[in-house]
Nanobody, 117 residues
Framework: VQLQASGGGLVQAGGSLRLSCAAS????????MNWYRQAPGKQRELVAT???????IYANSVKGRFTISRDNAKNTLYLQMDSLKPEDTAVYYC????????????WGQGTQVTVSS
């Protein structure tokens, strides 16, 4: 199983980006999917999480600006990021818990998001 993240880039403050994370391989069941980010010199932090039934939780810093979603038919995770701020600059990583009876953790390779002021 592989996770391929895409959609990062350079955007001005107030702009928008949409990240995608496509899972491929022998996938029987994708459970929870998350987006994390890591800024230079800081620890990786959880940005948003979505369960298999679509329930979502957001970090306070992105609540109301970011929207996490998933397309189970396409095995793809999304993160719509609006009203971006310079402090959103980071490498964004996707994560998925995959498996039916026994789950395993998988990570994407990271995609850089840079927000200029």
């Amino acid at each position: 199983v592989q996770l391929q993240a895409s959609g990062g880039g350079l955007v001005q403050a107030g702009g928008s980006l949409r990240l995608s994370c496509a899972a491929s391989g022998s996938i029987f069941s994708i459970n929870r999917m998350n987006w994390y980010r890591q800024a230079p010199g800081k620890q990786r932090e959880l940005v948003a999480t979505i369960s298999s039934d679509g329930s979502t939780i957001y970090a306070n810093s992105v609540k109301g600006r970011f929207t996490i979603s998933r397309d189970n038919a396409k095995n793809t995770l999304y993160l719509q990021m609006d009203s971006l701020k310079p402090e959103d600059t980071a490498v964004y990583y996707c994560y998925a818990s995959i498996g039916r009876t026994t789950s395993r953790d998988y990570w994407g390779q990271g995609t850089q998001v840079t927000v200029s002021s």
